[in-house]
């Protein structure tokens, strides 16, 4: 088991292959990101499935384009990814509930890839 936390966009380039170009162009909060990071994490730990997550949990934003709530995840098994876009608008509890929702979804998005 090998987990991967890359807040800062160096991590996500020196640890899980993302491009630099692509954070330069879409942000870390995007599609695009995290489907490349979900192929990064994939290669890099060998493993059989990897979950990728990118988000602004809030409960403040320092990104005028993109509000708190807004949540990409990827799950791939090497052979597809699935990527799912979140737009959660939490009043309460914001970040914790941000988090809980993007833990929610992976795990619904994993069993549905094993076809649970």
């Known amino acids: 088991k090998i987990n991967f936390v890359t807040y800062a966009n160096e991590a996500k380039i020196n640890f899980v292959d993302v491009k630099p170009e692509t954070l330069n162009i879409y942000g870390a909060v995007s599609e695009q990101t995290v489907r490349e990071m ?9 493993a059989d499935i990897a979950v990728s997550v990118s988000g602004i949990a809030g409960p403040n934003s320092d990104n005028t384009e993109k509000p708190v709530g807004l949540i990409f995840l990827a799950v791939s098994n090497g052979k597809s990814i699935t990527v799912k876009q979140l737009n959660n608008t939490f009043t309460e509890n914001i970040r914790e509930n941000n988090r809980q929702s993007a833990s929610d979804e992976a795990l619904k998005m994993i069993l549905d890839l094993v076809g649970e």
């Open 38 to 46: 979900v192929k990064g994490a994939l290669k890099i730990s060998g």
